[in-house]
Nanobody
Framework: QVQLTESGGGLVQAGGSLRLSCAAS????????MAWFRQAPGKERELVAA????????SYANSVKGRFTISRDNAKATVYLQMNKLKPEDTAVYLC??????????????????WGQGTQVTVYS
């Protein structure tokens, strides 16, 4: 059983930056592809960014390409989401997820195996 704990959310002005972290425990971190999702009120959950088990491949939603960067530190069992040039429409609860997957490409799906509780990101104009 993998436990995921997010941190780093908060309130930020449009144009600003935040860095989210997700610490994993209870499993072998390199066995898992990792991803960040977000969910805003009244909207469907959106896959924001995903990273393969090795960190060698990443994928991004079109809405965040060029602004967000996903990375992982396998020694620290932690995945990060660096968010720059934030916009009010980025406001959402951001959730970290893990999927047992050894493919070179990260899975682009919604039914990941394990989920964190989420951290709120609010961007004001």
């Amino acid at each position: 059983q993998v436990q995921l704990t997010e941190s780093g959310g908060g309130l930020v002005q449009a144009g600003g930056s935040l860095r989210l972290s997700c610490a994993a425990s209870g499993g072998v971190f390199i066995n898992y592809a990792m991803a960040w999702f977000r969910q805003a009120p009244g909207k469907e959950r959106e896959l924001v960014a995903a990273i393969s088990w090795s960190g060698g491949r990443t994928s991004y939603a079109n809405s965040v390409k060029g602004r967000f960067t996903i990375s992982r530190d396998n020694a620290k069992a932690t995945v990060y989401l660096q968010m720059n040039k934030l916009k009010p429409e980025d406001t959402a609860v951001y959730l970290c997820a893990a999927d047992m997957n050894s493919d070179p490409e990260p899975p682009l799906k919604h039914d990941y195996d394990y989920w964190g509780q989420g951290t709120q990101v609010t961007v004001y104009s």
